[in-house]
Structures are given as structure tokens and as C-alpha cells.
């Protein structure tokens, strides 16, 4: 990989704190690629991965917004914008919102990031050549009333963004982060999010990269007592998309809602990965993915709901239902329990299948085309992981995915 290799170390050369940079660096080399005798990499097509297809941006571009990104930023409260990894600015602030951006910043665990993620590949890379880390802090108490959004534009052939988004105690807000572009590229983006005691986080991630871009990212959300992260992690584009959505219930009462979904068509592999990490008493997680591969495309879940000893009367569920509209396209659904305390409540459940042929009957008989039955099911059952999002983004959300049933292909 000496392209991508010498073009990393170029960019790390020019960093003000290039030596902590290099450390992560080294790591990443003598870890190397994943590769697929690792479970938790077993599925993804790492044969096709060559990092010397790619090279790290010395500076943003600049490129014009999509039409639904500019539609996306005019039901916005507040834009920040990141560029190839690079925060670029945002809007004036609303009050006891504040965006910072930073060379280098700890684990809001408060480890390192490198000891936070020293057993992911690619995050210890982003930690490597994230050019910065954009900061979001909303202040104790204060309600945003309009959605934050962080557009992320890739341009570049490898970009690498960071972000944290901090809420103080009693705080809430909606956050978009959105990603577009990425044509050939490489796109790692790992986000953090602390939420204080009482804090309230509606979260969406919207990932519609190029269908030849590769997206491998990583989030992690730390919620105190009684503390809300409502999180809506949808699918759309690259060749290969991969998204560990991860969170840790930190104190009392806290409640972390996760619902992912997505759409594969062609050869697209799409790679969801979950851990609902309960570490305190009376805390809830509800976990709900829901998707639909056609072509030749794949999906995987792999969830892991983990209760620590002691958090007692912890109420955790998590859910994969997936539909396959082609002979030749694939699912695999690997729900986990890792439970270590007697009294708590927990359950999984997962599907895999084709559209149902008597609802297909049932309108076709009311007149309905095969075609348009098919396409109404499918909104249909995508319908409810739209519901939960906020009224002028779900109407957005649900064109956008309508337009690209429009075009998919179903072989059934």
C-alpha cells in the first residue's frame, strides 16, 4: 500500500501533532487490513479493498451542495460544515450552542482514542488522519428547537471526519449528520456523543455516499442517569457500507432507541453492527433494524446486547427483520445476549424472507400492478423506521427513499 501510505505520511508530517499522529500510525501498520478469519469481518469483501486506489486530501475541496443537502439544510436550525474531514464553519449559533473544532481530543469515555478503539482497525486510522475533530456542545438546560445538521461532503479519494456532540445536563437537540459524494473513495467517519443527566438526543446518521464508495463507521453514544438517545442510522448508498452503532447506558434510568435501515441493490454489502452495553440499573435499550437487499446485494446484522453484573431491572430488545426481493441476494441475521445479572428482561428476534406473496395477491386483486404492490410493501415496510424522525425531516427522508424504490429492481 505504498500510495496510500506515502500519502498518509505526508499528511501527518505537516500536522502540528504529528508525533501522536505517527504513534497511531505505527499501530495501524503492524496491525494491517482486517481480514475475513476474523468474525466480526468474516462477511465483508475485504478481497476488493486496496488502499492504494486511495490517497489523503492536503486541503478541502470545494464543490457545490446536492439538491438534498440544500433541501436538508433549509429545515436546519444550524449547519456546520465538514469537507473531506475538515470543518469548514457553520451558521451563527443559536444560544448555549457552541461548535469548536480540535487537532486532537480524548475519548469521551476519557481514555484515549487509541485505547478507546484499540482493537478497530479503521478507527485507529481515522485517528491517524482525521484532520480535526468537529465539537458540538449544547449547554446545561438549553432546548434547540430546529435541527442541527452536519453535512459531511466527500470529495476526495479518502476522507476522514470526527465528531462529538455533547449535551450538558437537561439539554436537547436534533442532530443530522448526512454524507454524500465519495465517488471511488474511502469514507471513515467514527462520531461520539455524551449525554449528561437528563439529556435528551434525537439522532439521525444518513449515509448516501456514490455506490462505489467504501463506508466503514463507527459511533458510540455514553448516556448518564436518565439520560435519551434516540438514534435513526439509514443506509442508502456505497459499494460496501459497514456502520457499528454502539452505546453504553452509564447511569440509572437512562434509554437508548436504535433504529437502522437500509436498501442494497446490485452488489452492494451492506454491514450493521450493534452493542447496547448496559452498565447501570433500570436501563432500557430498544433496538430495531430493518432492511431489504435486491440484485445481488447482501446485508448482515450482527447485535449485541450486554448487561453487566448489577444493573439490575435492565429491559433490553432487539429486533432484524429483512426482506430479499431477488433469488440472488442474501441475508444473515446474528443476534447476541451476553447477560450477567439475573433480573433484567431481555429478547431477540429476527426474520428473513421475500415480499408476502397473499398482500401481493390482495392488491393485485384490487387492481393494483405487480409492480406498484410490490413498491407499496416496501414503503410500507420501511414506513415505520420514518415515523420516529422529526415531521420535516421524515417527509424528506421518505421522497428521497421512495425516488430510489423507483429504480430498484425486484426478481420476485
Not at 183 to 207: F, R
Not at 305 to 333: C, F, M, V, W, Y
Not at 339 to 351: P, T
Request: net charge negative; proline share 3%; glycine share 6%.
Amino acid at each position: 500500500m505504498k500510495i496510500f501510505a506515502d500519502s498518509a505520511l505526508s499528511f501527518i508530517a505537516e500536522r502540528p501533532d504529528a508525533t501522536e499522529r505517527s504513534r497511531a500510525w505505527s499501530i495501524f501498520e503492524t496491525l494491517g487490513l482486517p481480514t475475513t478469519s476474523d468474525e466480526v469481518w468474516r462477511y465483508a469483501p475485504l478481497g476488493d479493498l486496496d488502499l492504494d486506489k486511495f490517497s489523503i486530501a492536503p486541503a478541502p475541496s470545494n464543490e457545490a451542495d446536492s439538491v438534498f443537502a440544500r433541501e436538508l439544510r433549509d429545515r436546519a436550525g444550524l449547519v456546520v460544515r465538514v469537507v473531506d474531514g475538515y470543518f469548514e464553519g457553520s451558521d451563527s449559533l443559536p444560544e448555549g450552542v457552541r461548535v469548536e473544532t480540535a487537532a486532537r481530543v480524548t475519548s469521551l469515555s476519557g481514555e484515549t482514542m487509541l485505547s478507546r478503539y484499540e482493537s478497530d482497525t479503521f478507527a485507529i486510522l481515522n485517528d491517524a488522519l482525521a484532520p480535526s475533530t468537529t465539537i458540538i456542545r449544547v449547554d446545561n438546560d438549553v432546548h434547540v428547537a430546529l435541527p442541527i445538521v452536519v453535512l459531511n461532503t466527500t470529495s476526495s479519494a479518502a476522507s476522514f471526519s470526527r465528531t462529538q456532540i455533547i449535551l450538558g445536563r437537561g439539554a436537547s437537540a436534533t442532530v443530522v449528520e448526512y454524507f454524500e459524494g465519495g465517488h471511488n473513495a474511502l469514507v471513515v467517519p467514527v462520531s461520539e456523543y455524551e449525554l449528561g443527566d437528563n439529556a435528551s438526543l434525537q439522532l439521525v446518521t444518513y449515509q448516501r455516499l456514490d455506490a462505489s464508495a467504501w463506508h466503514v463507521a463507527r459511533t458510540t453514544g455514553f448516556l448518564h442517569r436518565d439520560a435519551r438517545l434516540h438514534q435513526a442510522v439509514i443506509g442508502m448508498g456505497a459499494h460496501y457500507n459497514r456502520s457499528r452503532n454502539d452505546a453504553e447506558l452509564l447511569g440509572t434510568g437512562s434509554h437508548n432507541e436504535l433504529r437502522t435501515t437500509f436498501m442494497g441493490s446490485n452488489s452492494q454489502v451492506h454491514d450493521l453492527r450493534t452493542h447496547q452495553f448496559h452498565k447501570a440499573a433500570r436501563t432500557q435499550s430498544t433496538l430495531l433494524s430493518k432492511g431489504a437487499v435486491a440484485g445481488e446485494s447482501r446485508c448482515v446484522y450482527t447485535g449485541l446486547i450486554e448487561i453487566e453484573k448489577g444493573a439490575k431491572r435492565t429491559d433490553a430488545r432487539q429486533t432484524n427483520h429483512n426482506l430479499l426481493l431477488s433469488p440472488h441476494a442474501h441475508a444473515d441475521s446474528v443476534p447476541n445476549l451476553d447477560i450477567r445479572e439475573n433480573d433484567v428482561m431481555c429478547a431477540h428476534a429476527s426474520s428473513v424472507g421475500p415480499l408476502d406473496e397473499l398482500q401481493l395477491w390482495y392488491l393485485e386483486s384490487r387492481g393494483v400492478t405487480r409492480r406498484d404492490a410490490q413498491r407499496l410493501i416496501i414503503q410500507g415496510f420501511f414506513y415505520e423506521m420514518l415515523t420516529t424522525l422529526p415531521s420535516d425531516l421524515a417527509e424528506l427522508v421518505e421522497r428521497d427513499v421512495t425516488s430510489t424504490l423507483e429504480l430498484l429492481k425486484v426478481d420476485q
